[in-house]
């Protein structure tokens, strides 16, 4: 499974190097997007964390 992610990846950043873009910008924007799905995956049950802090 983890090696057809990994190719899966790579496929990807090769066909965005063939379009200009860096390994380097692919690899920030990658992690931003994965930043954020963790993010969205703590949210949801269930590891839906409770808080005490009040969003205004």
């Given amino acids: 499974m983890t090696n057809a992610i990994i190719s899966k990846v790579w496929s990807f950043a090769n066909v965005l ?3 200009g873009v ?3 910008d692919y690899l920030e924007q990658l ?3 994965l930043f954020l799905k963790m993010a969205d995956e703590y949210g949801k049950s ?3 964390r409770k808080t005490n ?3 205004l």
């Fill in 17 to 19: 190097r063939d379009d």
């Fill in 22 to 24: 860096s390994y380097g």
């Fill in 31 to 33: 992690t931003y997007l």
């Fill in 46 to 48: 269930p590891y839906k």
């Fill in 53 to 55: 802090k009040r969003i």
